[in-house]
């Protein structure tokens, strides 16, 4: 919707490269208050790279006068796309209604496999321009079998009259949603439930077992809203659920982190235990006598699926609401040793007596202190899982190019969010001997 008091100009450009948020790039000219020429970049939602056509700017909002507040942010233009005169030969037909304006999906106007080529892409130039890898070795991105309904975890955001949806980009402004095309079809069916009733404010968390018609929602919901889930197929749960990844089941809380993706996370696992063991002809310890630290390990997934293949796992984990439930996960393993706390705090007191580790952090990456622990004591192989690339490159800047302790052997991004421009990656390293 265009705001009435803000004013809009139109542009007929040629789109440039992506952003690494997914947006194409677009360079206009704007005369300033003083009367010079500026030329001014932009980002486009829904756009891709060559594509000609005319956008519309709207101005950015102001602070009223005599009323800057402090916590006032100079915002960039909304940019939006009116037409398409010369469309990419990689555009498709975006299916979902509010692609562009919702914040939650960047690249649904891409056909998939180019959307995986060009997260290959990002990752190979910030292993250069960040990680210092001149040629990395980077393999093709994992795809997702079916890249639609594959989320088993979504966080709708509540308005004012009570209704759930997505927010729109750069704004807390709610898309009203009865359903997501990237949500598991289950939220969809929980969803379209809970748009029907007004819910509380501010937010509404649904998270779904792909195995099960299990399902958790918070806040917790009444018993009228629990039978009409019931009535759709839905078992609500209020503490916990299950979820089954690579044979093994995984009770879930609500606040417990647990990969959103759970057919890519089949693979991801797979990957870790290959990266781990595989082509490590001179290993000096066999795989079945080694001690790996599964760092950052949630509910222990990784480490439930190691235990099977090692002599002792240490996983390290911070939440206790994740770390109940690894206890619960990992109740029939003998060789899992549960450790709470920060991994910065705890890995330097284990890495001597350590031969491999999976380090598995949030988007921030590792911090320094762990990262020079790794140096002080190199281990045999690293298997680094990460959501966030730059951070990647970042680490592996000091793992392998400024402290030469590792080798790295290959960086694979696996792609756990279509549609999005998020991007996973499973890197592994060797120690240099
Ligand atoms: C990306 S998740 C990985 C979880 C797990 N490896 C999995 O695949 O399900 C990161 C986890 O690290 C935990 N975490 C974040 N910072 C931490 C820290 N400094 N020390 C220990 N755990 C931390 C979070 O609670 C979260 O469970």
Redesign the pocket.
């Known amino acids: 919707m265009i705001h009435p008091e803000r004013q809009v100009t139109y542009h007929t450009v040629t789109l440039g490269q992506l952003t690494r948020e997914g947006d194409a790039q677009a360079e206009i000219i704007i005369t300033t208050t003083t009367g010079e020429q500026q030329t001014v970049t932009l980002r486009v939602p829904a756009g891709l790279p060559g594509e000609h056509v005319t956008i519309a700017v709207e101005e950015p909002p102001q602070p009223r006068s005599g009323r800057r507040s402090r916590r006032w942010k100079p915002r960039p233009p909304r940019v939006w796309i009116t037409e398409i005169h010369t469309p990419s030969p990689l555009r498709t037909q975006a299916p979902c209604s509010v692609f562009g304006t919702c914040g939650g999906c960047q690249l649904q106007h891409m056909h998939y496999p180019a959307q995986l080529e060009w997260k290959l892409s990002v990752v190979r130039q910030l292993l250069q321009e960040v990680g210092g890898f001149s040629d990395p070795p980077t393999l093709p991105t994992v795809p997702c079998d079916i890249p639609w309904n594959y989320r088993n975890h979504m966080r709708f955001s509540v308005n004012r009259s009570g209704q759930a949806g997505l927010t729109a980009r750069g704004t807390h402004i709610v898309l009203p949603l009865a359903s997501c095309p990237i949500a598991h079809e289950q939220i969809n069916r929980a969803l379209n439930v809970l748009s029907q009733q007004a819910n509380a404010r501010p937010q509404v968390l649904i998270r779904c077992s792909t195995a099960s018609n299990q399902i958790l929602i918070q806040p917790q919901q009444s018993q009228e809203i629990t039978q009409q889930l019931a009535e759709v197929g839905l078992e609500l749960h209020i503490e916990t659920m299950e979820e089954v990844l690579a044979g093994e089941t995984f009770r879930i809380r609500p606040s ?4 959103t993706n759970t057919a890519q ?1 089949e693979k991801m696992a797979r990957m870790v235990l290959a990266g781990l063991f595989e082509g490590n002809a001179d290993q000096p310890i066999p795989a079945n006598q080694q001690t790996i630290v ?6 222990g ?2 480490a439930l699926l190691l235990a099977r293949h090692v002599n002792k796992v240490i996983a ?4 206790p609401s ?1 770390i109940k439930d690894a206890h619960w996960n990992l109740r029939d393993v003998q060789n899992v040793e549960i450790l709470k ?4 705090g705890l890995l330097p007191t284990l890495a001597s007596q350590v031969d491999g580790l ?1 380090i ?3 988007r921030a990456g590792c ?1 320094q202190v762990v990262l020079d622990t790794l140096v002080e004591h190199p281990v045999t192989r690293i298997v680094y ?1 990460s ?1 966030d690339p730059s951070t990647l490159a970042r680490d592996l800047n000091i793992l392998c190019n400024i402290n030469q302790t590792y080798r790295l052997r290959s960086v694979q991004p696996l792609d756990m969010f279509p549609q999005t421009a998020h991007i996973e990656c499973v890197a592994v390293l060797e120690r240099v001997n």
């Open positions: 417990s982190f647990f990969q996370a599964d760092a950052y390990c949630g509910v997934t990784f390290i984990e911070e939440s994740a706390g920060k991994v910065e999976v598995d952090p949030p911090q899982v959501c």
